[in-house]
């Protein structure tokens, strides 16, 4: 019935020992016969479900979808919590508890009877964390995500998360709406339930992971509110009992070729720039070299497509109607390993095989793309020589070649307390420059990077310039704007030492970003440098502190990266060497 598959729920439910008495027993307190959860697969539903995460806060609805396929297909679900993380309440930032919530996702996995696990995800570092956890469990495992938000809309015109509320804050600095309408504007903007509605990272991270295989085909795009994600849902739980029992693991779907896959996807949607980091976590999850380098590599062969805003014009909902992910993937279906397994127990090429597009505005084809080239640049130079990245995609065309006098914020709260100065010395030719906002300096790395334009060049109808810093932006936003710089500057990289006047030079034909100084000015500034005071001596914050890898390596813990033993095990032989760290002591 389970396909020869020794089931890892076995250890618990089907036990002829005390062991076996206390777990049937004591899962009898739920109401379940042992008929209903002895020798069945054990499906766990990890629900990142959370009040407090708006975007995620209709999961318990989708988790009873899930159950009903995992009822239908003979496996015996049980839904279980994780922590959540709300992108507009979490201080400082998600991005410092991703880890967190990445190790609470593994070890509750691994701790339990669970068999195989859908994992239910929305809002942005709900996805990357629960795959990273996934990744390092590897038990079998599918992903249902939660769909974007509808269309917003105000006085009949189409708006969406983020993009237009950057949009209409600026609008409301520089005088030309009043606080009635940005009020107005507040009510029209979510309207139903479901994460950001523009290609944010939320619409990103969901592309990818189904562009890497681990949901079911057109997961992605399908509007939270559109009773087709309660069928899909519905779906993955019959799925992931089948998974069980063909042991199909994230490690057997999560391969070289479905990451370049993936990566691909990602410059053709013009994905958010945060991608870049949960894909460099997932590789060292997964004891993959994946430099920085193959990024770039890879945009300059993918196209642009998909016309959503911040990159574009449209929003998720119009990219669902068009045809959605499986209708881009299939565009560009010569860019990609067809042959690379997915959850559906298919080739992601079968997967695709019928995909059309039914708008022709929204997803371009292959031969008339927006851009030839794909959304994301990797930048390097004496800025940033471990990397830095530019989502070209959002960014101004004038400006991907510019050289601009730097104007510099020590950190977030000189910045915040500066930028409207009318007495700022400062125009639309300079580069502004921002410090301490990357992980160990924010810390957390929060999403300050496109730091806003200053009022006084705003108002004369200033809408970019060329800004820099070691954070990270939404995914939302746009402009012309560099970020993930690494070494940060907390830590003694040369973006620390940067003074006001200082020239700088963007070139991006050629990926670089350089402070035009000389090598020994630099030396001599570096050497005169004092490292600014930590921010925490205890708790999460100190082991976060303590172990966190920069941008350039995934912002993941130094050790949650997973280094096989014996060196280079490849394929099933990685599952193997994974399983045996499955062995866990017995609790009494
Ligand atoms: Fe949750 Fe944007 S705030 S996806």
Known sequence: MNNGVKLRSADWFGRKDKLGFVHRSWMRTEGFSTSVFQGKPVIGICNSWSELTNCNAHLRQVADAV???????????????????????MRPSTMMFRNLMA?????????????????????????????MGAISVDVPAIMVTGGPMLNGVWRNREIGSGTDVWHFWDELRAGRISDEEFCEIESCLSRSAGHCMT????????SIVEALGMTLTGCASVPAADSRRYVVAEQSGTRIVEMVREDLRPTKIL??????????????IGGSTNAIIHFLAFAGRLGMELPMSLFDEISRRTPFLVNVRPSGKYLMEDFFYAGGLPAVMKEMESLLHLDALTATGKTIGENIASAQCYNREVIRSFSNPLKPQGGTVILYGNLCPNGSVLKTSAASEKLMQHT????????????????????????ETCVLVLKNGGPVGAPGMPEWGNLPIPAKLYKRGVEDMVRISDARMSGTSYGTVVLHIAPESALGG?????QNGDLIQ????????????SDEEIERRLAAWEKPVRHYDRGYGKLFLEHILQANEGCDFDFLKWVPEPDKLEGSERSKARRATHKLPLPF
């Open 103 to 131: 190790m609470d996702v593994e070890e509750s996995i691994r701790a339990n009877p669970i068999d195989g696990v859908v994992l239910l995800c929305g809002c942005d570092k709900t996805t990357p964390a629960q795959l």
């Open 404 to 427: 601009g006098r730097a104007v510099v914020f020590e950190d977030h709260e000189d910045l915040k307390g500066r930028l409207d100065d009318p007495s700022l010395d400062v125009d």
């Open 199 to 206: 290609m944010g990272t939320a619409s990103t991270m969901t």
């Open 506 to 517: 963007l070139d991006t034909a050629n990926r670089k970003l350089n402070l035009l100084v």
């Open 494 to 498: 040369s973006l620390a030492i940067v």
């Open 255 to 268: 391969t070289r070729q479905a990451m370049e896959n993936a990566i691909s996807v990602d410059m053709a």
């Open 67 to 89: 159950k009903r396929g995992v009822w239908a297909a003979g496996g015996f679900p049980l839904e279980f919590p994780t922590i959540s993380l709300g992108e507009p309440f």
